[in-house]
């Protein structure tokens, strides 16, 4: 076992594990952030998304070894308020079905709008292709992605 210190959605985290120990265990069973979510375990679905220094990663082939203070954000930190405007689009447009894979989409999407605010059909798909959906709702997240970058552009226009 070895203590790591790990910057998690903006604050300094302590955790004791085996060097291997994938990011996704750290998250959900030492640090008891249970939004993002086990799928595969072989980084196929992109169910256990975050964000390391704003890349959409693979939380479940990260070992906890290699995150360092690299800034870690969870779908907890995405807003403390659940306002950013991909979670207030999830829900206007009631885009989950079962909701599993949805932390990741959202992880995923918000790396997308960060660096294309304006994002075409294409652009969404391609963006969007690692993360699998068993429920196949694909064209609501991509809605979705649409109207927060709608909802973004707003909140843009009244800054």
Partial sequence: MSKYMLNINGQVKSVD???????????????????????????????CMVQINGVPTRSCMVPVSTVGRQ???TIEGLDAN???????????????????????????????LKDNPHPTDEEIDGAMAGNMCRCATYLRIRAGIHRAAEIASKQKGKK
């Fill in 17 to 47: 594990l085996v060097p291997d120990t994938p990011l996704l265990w750290a998250l959900r069973d030492s640090l008891d952030l249970a939004g993002t979510k086990y799928g595969c375990g072989v980084g196929q679905c992109g169910a």
């Fill in 82 to 112: 659940a306002a950013h405007p991909l979670q207030v689009a999830w829900q206007e447009l009631d885009v989950p079905q079962c909701g599993y894979c949805q932390a990741g989409q959202i992880m995923t999407a918000a790396a997308l």
């Fill in 71 to 73: 800034k870690v954000t």
